[in-house]
């Protein structure tokens, strides 16, 4: 009879995961839609009003700078309070963003859309750290494989609708404007908000002991290293992928708003179908136990793609052509990348507290992105797509050398 009951409670025990897992990826997902159509949204709609690629970089300072601070101060707010709380007021943050965008042309300045981002930016990265913590709490420790499996399906998925929303931007921009257009989304979220609060955990993610606000900077050199990597493997892709790309694509290739959405969306849902299957590549009995090894060399591997495609952009090739086949290439391996580094991540983290580590990890990958969006904007001003692609490889190598530091096992969780 006692086995009967420790089974049964096995059983709800891991139904129950099943469930909050579910709960977690839909939040997650709808709210990757609509920050994918916004970015879209911003850059197309402002490019149309002329402004410059600097000053579209700009508009995402704040998105990427409160992302920083959000991610440091969210998972320690997410250990005190519970990742349920954290990840439902990412989702009201955005609803408002959004709203503070729906209102007549004659009032959208930069000060306010760059208000807006600021939320958006702390909505994002709430909401993310949350998602990706909370999958500590529900996989066993010895359940490595699993625990890869089951991040790398919510990062990849994630990316995937990420690329819907930059083609539901773009459509939604051409299709019925760009008040109407976060107006229509900002709809959508409130439904899914509401749903959330009522169907997700109270507890979950909430340290057992109560962390100090000091304990927000990581004392782990495994996750000190990774982080310094995802920064500037980040860095990496947005110099070239946040602003300049789709600009190059509207001013030089003369492609309009559906052409450039469209494109970039179809790029990015590879990526992430590509990160939902990397576990395969990987596949051991329990996970890959090597760290060191594959993040160096799918970096380094990463970097020449991206040396390839500068030189090819430079040579008397079609442009068109030479875009759309290295962005395929860089994209699965990059895909690849991030996928071990998300990963990693979840191992290493405690499983008390794991948003404090996760949250330190993301404040990383934030500043990652910070610098690479104003890259973006700088070089792309100075020299066009190349000199960013240029910057991209530069940045990959970094990674690469960097990753050489990281334990060839994942480090034991402490007793």
Known sequence: MAVSNTRRRSTMNHYSAIRQYTVITGNYWAFTLTDGALRMLVVLHFHQLGYSPLHIAAL???????????????????????LN???????????VALAMLA??????????VMAAQALSGIAKDLNKMSAKSAIKQLVPDEQQGMLFKWVALL???KNALKGIGFFVGGVLLAAVGFSEAVIAM??????????????????LGKAKNKPKFKDIFSKSRAINVLSMARLFLFGARDIWFVVALPVFLSSQLQWDFWQTGGFLACWVIGYGLVQSIVPLLFRTTAGPVSASRPAFLWAGILALVTVGLALALSSTLPASAVLIGGLVLFGIVFAINSSLHSYLIVSYAKRDGVSL????????????RLV??????????????TLCLWGSALFLLLVAVISLALPHKPPAESP
């Open 103 to 112: 209102v007549p042309a004659e009032w959208l300045s930069v000060v306010l």
């Open 186 to 203: 900002a709809v959508v979220l409130v439904g899914v908000w509401l749903m959330s609060l009522v169907l997700l955990q109270g507890d």
């Open 357 to 368: 580590d996760v949250g330190f990890y993301y404040m990383a990958n934030a500043l990652g």
């Open 85 to 95: 709380r954290t990840m439902n007021v990412g989702l009201g943050l955005q609803v």
């Open 60 to 82: 995402f300072l704040f998105y990427e700078l409160f992302g920083v601070v959000t991610n440091l101060v969210g998972g320690y707010l997410g250990a005190r309070i519970g």
């Open 372 to 385: 690479g969006t104003l890259l973006s904007g700088v070089l792309y001003q100075l020299g066009g797509l």
């Open 155 to 157: 990062t990849g998925s």
